[in-house]
């Protein structure tokens, strides 16, 4: 029996830059709430806790039609958005306000700390979206368009991991974890969230992956 090929679509489409903008605004409103410590009884979580998830959703969605190369652009681009708009912030911050705004004070105390923030969610949201893409795309190579939940949870607990270790060990700094205990409480709610999500919605996932495949018209044109 001869095995399937993985088949991809080009990015010359509308869908494409879609998904992508998608993905920016995501992690860069998530930056923005992460840098708020959440607490729902014994389980500490941050303010951008029901957003990020949906970064990864997305992000499957690239690496199943259109492929890795794709895929590592849009994580890319995203990652340049988000350094983009932690620089706008600074200098929002830096420049002189008018005598009659009093703002400045809570400007910074939600905005100053998220340079920190920042650092912490690309380097896990490179890693990890990087991680996932990968795993998903050389999953698909092997099994062609069979196993789509099989490769999505696989790649979702890989990269969720990945993302969520590094993020955590560098924002339990600026959070003010005050010990091991509590840093993984905050590192095991926000793996298993994250991942919890992106199962809980995989169906609906996949849905948008066939619905995309199908607009597609050069989709299995493009390895």
Excluded: H
Aim: net charge positive; aromatic share 14%; glycine share 8%.
């Amino acid at each position: 029996m001869t095995a399937q090929k993985a088949k991809f679509a080009p990015t010359g489409t509308g869908l494409y830059p879609i998904f992508v903008a998608i993905m920016a605004v995501v992690l860069i409103l998530s930056n923005i709430g992460a840098s708020k410590p959440v607490i729902f009884g014994p389980i500490l979580t941050d303010g951008g806790f029901f957003l990020f998830p949906f970064a990864y959703i997305i992000g499957d969605v690239v690496s199943e039609v259109y492929g890795w190369k794709a895929s590592r652009r849009a994580v890319i681009i995203t990652f340049s958005l988000s350094i983009f708009a932690a620089l706008c912030y600074w200098i929002m911050i830096a420049l002189p306000g008018a005598d009659f705004y009093d703002g400045q004070e809570a400007l910074v105390r939600t905005l100053g700390p998220v340079w920190q923030i920042v650092v912490a969610s690309l380097l896990g949201f490179l890693a990890g979206q990087l991680s996932n893409a990968f795993t998903m795309v050389q999953m698909k190579k092997r099994s062609g368009e069979k196993l789509l939940f099989g490769r999505m949870a696989a790649s979702t607990v890989v990269g969720e991991f990945v993302d969520t270790l590094v993020f955590c060990s560098i924002a339990a700094q600026v959070l003010e974890i005050p010990d091991v205990s509590t840093f993984l409480n905050y590192l095991f709610v926000g793996f298993t969230y994250k991942t919890a999500v992106e199962l809980i919605f995989s169906p609906i996932t996949m849905a948008v992956m066939r619905l995309v495949k199908r607009a597609e018209p050069e989709y299995g044109i493009q390895k």
